[in-house]
């Protein structure tokens, strides 16, 4: 069975840093892109910015300059370093990632439970 597992959430004040991880477990044969989602109250859950195996990522406007993703492919493992943040970045973040259950299995997409960040003006 395959687990995501995020950690890292919690509250901070305007212009803070925090640092999210995401670590993939149970069988595992493989993970293309990795990404991190963020839903607000209200809001529809959105793309924050997603990685490949290769390391070439993509951001939303919103975390352009400001959030770094990265992952380490040997410990199944995604990063999202997030700087000057702002009360509009407060949502649950969730670890989403491509991946093969079995060995010639197809890849399928998992969710993790999500890490509420917080930020306070």
């Known amino acids: 069975q395959v687990q995501l597992a995020e950690s890292g959430g919690g509250l901070v004040q305007a212009g803070g840093s925090l640092s999210l991880s995401c670590v993939a477990s149970?069988?595992?044969?493989?993970?293309?892109?990795m990404g991190w989602y963020r839903q607000a109250p209200g809001k529809q859950r959105e793309l924050v910015a997603v990685?490949?195996?290769?390391?070439?990522?993509n951001y939303a406007d919103s975390a352009k300059g400001r959030f770094t993703i990265s992952r380490s492919n040997a410990n199944n493992t995604v990063f999202l370093q997030m700087t000057s943040l702002r009360p509009e970045d407060t949502a649950v973040y969730y670890c989403n990632a491509d991946l093969r259950a079995t060995p010639r299995g197809r890849y399928y997409n998992y969710w993790g439970q999500g890490t509420q960040v917080t930020v306070s003006s």
């Open positions: 990685i490949t195996p290769g390391g070439a990522a």
């Open positions: 149970g069988s595992n044969f493989g993970i293309n892109d």
